[in-house]
């Protein structure tokens, strides 16, 4: 069973999102808040999974929040909500630590299965968000990066198509193990802190 917390400062959003996440057999909601401080004073005394997070908020916006949960809660996965697809949020996504970014007008099962990939240490992008980036993606001379090997230009676009770790190895015919370690010399090549990072930099600068 996955937990998920749900912020956001519109009653009719939290309303609707626990009436989707509820239908769903893996899925639970264990809280709900207003702005990102009431998560931050929650997590005090609870455990959490998966958080929700909307990015306009009074007292704690998500942006913020997503940076202190980073520092202090690294094992809660985070996935921004968004009325608007913000790009200059979307570009600089790897400096929060979150695994995703969800317009408020995705379908239930985008958002059911967003849950559940970043859940299992994926990422997921609303198509939407991805084509912004694509579009006005930033070509720049790839000399610049560090040379990847053909196997981290595998690991790395099956990434991008978000696939979990335990996907990309039966897929590639590797172990868990393997693709664990790709995944940790492409953060480290592409100089990023997190699997969101390399999602982030791939599209942005076309490297696959």
């Excluded at 929700?52 to 940076?67: A, E, H, Q, R, Y």
């Excluded at 970043?118 to 968000?129: R, T």
């Excluded at 370690?181 to 999602?199: C, D």
Aim: net charge neutral; glycine share 6%; hydrophobic share 40%.
């Amino acid at each position: 069973m996955v937990r998920v917390y749900l912020c956001d400062d519109h009653q009719l959003m939290l309303d609707g999102l626990d009436l989707i996440l509820e239908s769903h057999p893996e899925l639970m909601v264990i809280g709900r808040g207003y702005n990102g401080q009431e998560l931050i004073d929650w997590l005090q005394s609870n455990d959490v999974d998966v958080v929700l997070l909307d990015i306009n908020m009074p007292v704690l916006d998500g942006i913020k929040t997503s940076k202190i949960l980073r520092e202090q809660y690294p094992d809660v996965k985070v996935v921004f909500l968004s009325m608007v697809n913000q790009l200059e949020i979307v570009s600089s996504i790897h400096t929060t630590g979150a695994r995703g970014f969800l317009l408020k007008n995705s379908d239930r099962d985008e958002v059911i299965q967003a849950i559940l990939k970043v859940d299992k240490g994926g990422s997921h992008f609303s198509p939407e968000v991805l084509q912004g980036i694509k579009t006005k993606a930033k070509r720049i001379p790839t000399q610049y990066f560090p040379k990847l090997t053909s196997r981290e230009k595998e690991v790395l676009k099956l990434i991008i198509n978000e696939y979990t770790s335990p996907d990309i190895a039966e897929k590639l015919f590797i172990s868990v193990g393997t693709v664990d370690t790709h995944r940790r010399n492409l953060i480290s090549k592409l100089g990023v802190k997190n699997t969101a990072g390399l999602v982030r930099i791939a599209i942005e600068y076309q490297l696959v």
